[in-house]
């Protein structure tokens, strides 16, 4: 079982940046897929991106590329995501997922992952 935990979010201006990071525990981290996910009040939840367990591939959602960053820390059993550029449309809970079983349904879909942390709050005023 993994135990993930989010960090980082808070208040932040348009234009502006913010780091969070997702600690993991319980699991041999290096062999989790991970993502990040957001989720905006009465929407679905949506994929960000996704880093392999070595850290050599990433994907991101075509809202967020150029301004987004995910990387990974083994070492540490953390991923990051590295938000720059940040729009009032980004406001979102933010959710990192172990990707337990591969179930074939692709890393930008959350039902691939099979571990979620409890989310943190980013909150971007325009």
């Known amino acids: 079982q993994v135990q993930l935990v989010e960090s980082g979010g808070g208040l932040v201006q348009a234009g502006g940046s913010l780091r969070l990071s997702c600690a993991a525990s319980?699991?041999?981290?290096?062999?989790?897929?991970m993502g990040w996910f957001q989720q905006a009040p009465g929407k679905e939840r949506e994929f960000v991106a996704a880093?392999?367990?070595?850290?050599?591939?990433?994907s991101y959602a075509d809202s967020v590329k150029g301004r987004f960053t995910i990387s990974r820390d083994n070492a540490k059993n953390t991923v990051y995501l590295q938000m720059n550029s940040l729009k009032h449309e980004d406001t979102a809970v933010y959710y990192c997922?172990?990707?337990?079983?591969?179930?074939?349904?692709?890393?930008?879909?959350?039902?691939?992952?099979?571990?979620w942390g409890q989310g943190t709050q980013v909150t971007v005023s325009s």
């Open positions: 880093i392999s367990g070595s850290g050599r591939i990433t």
């Open positions: 319980g699991g041999t981290f290096r062999n989790y897929y």
């Open positions: 997922a172990a990707e337990g079983r591969v179930l074939g349904l692709g890393r930008s879909s959350a039902d691939e992952y099979d571990y």
